[in-house]
């Protein structure tokens, strides 16, 4: 069965980078791109980030832009989501997806 795990959330200040990681199995990844999502308390789930098959082309939310990098490893089934410049509107549970199935989230916290 599909199963993706999400890893490398925590408490960070302002300004600081956090590196997620999405391990995924049961299915064939190298055929399916891949998503970034996050949910903070009290809105709905946003796609963040979203990678190719091959990771040539990727697409980001405008409030990331910049600051953020989603790549993946397909000789390791895993996707990446590299955050710098943190703010505290960052702060939310982070999920990859793909095939309509999600991780069960990594929480992000950016806060002094």
């Known amino acids: 069965q599909v199963q993706l795990v999400e890893s490398g959330g925590g408490l960070v200040q302002p300004g600081g980078s956090l590196r997620l990681a999405c391990a995924a199995s049961?299915?064939?990844?190298?055929?399916?791109?891949m998503t970034w999502y996050r949910q903070a308390p009290g809105k709905e789930r946003e796609p963040v980030a979203t990678?190719?098959?091959?990771?040539?082309?990727?697409n980001y939310a405008d409030s990331v832009k910049g600051r953020f990098t989603i790549s993946r490893d397909n000789t390791k089934n895993t996707a990446y989501l590299q955050m710098n410049s943190l703010k505290p509107e960052d702060t939310a549970v982070y999920y990859c997806g793909t095939l309509g199935y999600w991780g069960q989230g990594t929480q992000v916290t950016v806060s002094s």
């Open positions: 990678i190719s098959v091959t990771g040539g082309s990727t």
């Open positions: 049961g299915f064939t990844f190298s055929s399916y791109a």
